[in-house]
C-alpha cells in the first residue's frame, strides 16, 4: 500500500463504541493493572484493556478475579480480556460482566503463547481446534447481546499451522465486533520481526469488521507505516508502551494528523515513574507490594538514560515510597532526552522454540477425547499470563 494512503484521523467504531484514536493497549500479564491503564491514559486516548482473565476463575469469583476486572471509576471505556477454553464457562463469564455492567468491551484471547498455557491447549494453540474455537466466539458473541466482544489472536502455532485466516472467517460469522492479529506465530514468541504481511491478508479476507494490527510498533511512526502498509483499521501496542505511556500521547497526536512527539527530560522520567509507583500503591492497597511491583518497571523506563547501574539496582529493591523519592531525588532531573537509545524495542524478546502443546494437539483439527481431559486443567489459574 502506497504512503499516500489516507490514514484513519477519526474514531474507531468497534460495535456501538467510538474511540477517539484507533489504538489500543494490548493485555499484558502483570502490566496493564488498574494502575498502568490510568497512567496511559493521562498521556492520550485509546482503549485500554486489563490483564487476561481466566474464564473459571471470574465465573468462580475467587477474590483475585474480581480484583483485576474492577476498574476506576476514571476509566472510560471499561475492557476486559478473557482467556478460557471451554465455550459454557466463556459464555458464563461473559454473561456475567454483561448482567453486572463490569465492562463496556469485551475481548478474548487466543494469542498468548506462553508455554503454561499452550500446553494445555489454551491461548495461540486453541485455534487450531476450529470447531471448538467456533463455539467459545460463538457462545460469547450471544452472551454480550449489545456488548462488543472482540477477539485477539496470532497467526497460528508455527508455520505449518497458520489458523489465523481461517479463524478470522469464523469470528466474523460468528458476529465479533473486531479482530486483532498479532503478526507472529506461538513458536516465535515476541522474536524477529513481526509478519505485517498476515495483517494485510487478514484485512483483504475479514471486510464486515474492523481488523487491528499487532507487533513491532515501538513509536507513532510505525503505527502509521503499519496502517499504511496493510490497511488495518487500528493499532493494538504492547511491549511498545512499557515504560513510555507518553508513547499514548504521541500516537493519539499521530492519528489527528500532528507531529508531536514527548521527549522526556530525565526528571519528567522520574516523575512518570513516580506517579507509576504512587497508582500502584494505590491499587494494591499496599504500599509495599506497590514498590514491590515497580521494580520491573526500573530497566524500560530508563532505557538510554544516564542512570548508573547501582542506582539501577537499588531502585530494583525500593521498598517504600519515601526510599523511592530519595533515590530519585539523586538524578539530575535536568538531563535532557537522549535520543535514540531511548527508543526502540522493549521487553523481552525471547527465541523461537517449539510450541507447548498437548500431546496429539496438532494430529487433527477436530477436538478428540483425550484433548477434553486437558482443557480441564486449562482453566484452573486466576490470570492466564
Not at 215 to 232: F, K, P, Q, Y
Request: aromatic fraction near 6%; include cysteine.
Amino acid at each position: 500500500m502506497s504512503s499516500t494512503t489516507t490514514l484513519p484521523t477519526g474514531p474507531l467504531t468497534i460495535g456501538g463504541l467510538a474511540l477517539d484514536v484507533p489504538v489500543v493497549l494490548a493485555p499484558m500479564a502483570g502490566i496493564t493493572n488498574t494502575a498502568f491503564r490510568r497512567l496511559c491514559r493521562e498521556f492520550g486516548a485509546g482503549l485500554y484493556v486489563s490483564e487476561m482473565i481466566t474464564s473459571r476463575a471470574l465465573v468462580e469469583r475467587t477474590p483475585e478475579s474480581m480484583r483485576l476486572i474492577t476498574h476506576h471509576e476514571s476509566e472510560t471505556p471499561r475492557s476486559i480480556q478473557l482467556y478460557g477454553v471451554d465455550p459454557k464457562t466463556v459464555s458464563e463469564a461473559v454473561t456475567m460482566l454483561v448482567a453486572e455492567d463490569r465492562a463496556d468491551h469485551i475481548d478474548l484471547n487466543f494469542g498468548c503463547p506462553v508455554p503454561k498455557v499452550t500446553r494445555k491447549g489454551g491461548g495461540a494453540a486453541l485455534p487450531w481446534k476450529s470447531g471448538l474455537f467456533r463455539d467459545i466466539v460463538e457462545g460469547a458473541v450471544r452472551a454480550a447481546g449489545d456488548k462488543p466482544l472482540t477477539i485477539k489472536m496470532r497467526k497460528g502455532i508455527d508455520a505449518d499451522h497458520l489458523t489465523y485466516l481461517e479463524a478470522g472467517r469464523i469470528a466474523e460469522g460468528a458476529g465479533v465486533a473486531a479482530v486483532a492479529l498479532h503478526a507472529r506465530t506461538a513458536s516465535e514468541f515476541y522474536s524477529g520481526e513481526a509478519d505485517w504481511s498476515a495483517i494485510a491478508k487478514l484485512k483483504e479476507t475479514v471486510t464486515s469488521v474492523p481488523v487491528l494490527g499487532n507487533g513491532d510498533i515501538w513509536s507513532a511512526e510505525d503505527a502509521l507505516r503499519m496502517v499504511a502498509e496493510t490497511g488495518c483499521d487500528g493499532v493494538v501496542v504492547g511491549r511498545g508502551c512499557l515504560g513510555r505511556p507518553w508513547l499514548f500521547g504521541d500516537l493519539a497526536a499521530a492519528f489527528r494528523g500532528e507531529s508531536q512527539s514527548f521527549h522526556p527530560s530525565l526528571g519528567q522520567v522520574a516523575q512518570t515513574f513516580r506517579r507509576h509507583a504512587e497508582l500502584l500503591t494505590e491499587f494494591f492497597d499496599s504500599e509495599e507490594r506497590g514498590c514491590r511491583d515497580i521494580r520491573k518497571h526500573v530497566a524500560w523506563y530508563f532505557k538510554g538514560y544516564p542512570v548508573g547501574g547501582d542506582l539501577r539496582a537499588r531502585l530494583a529493591t525500593v521498598e517504600s515510597l519515601a526510599q523511592l523519592d530519595e533515590l530519585l531525588g539523586t538524578l539530575d532531573w535536568s538531563m535532557p532526552y537522549p535520543g535514540e537509545g531511548a527508543e526502540g524495542p522493549r521487553g523481552r524478546a525471547g527465541t523461537p522454540k517449539k510450541p507447548a502443546l498437548p500431546e496429539g494437539w496438532l494430529d487433527s483439527q477436530e477436538l478428540a477425547g483425550h484433548d477434553r481431559v486437558t482443557l480441564v486443567d486449562a482453566e484452573l489459574d486466576t490470570s492466564g499470563g
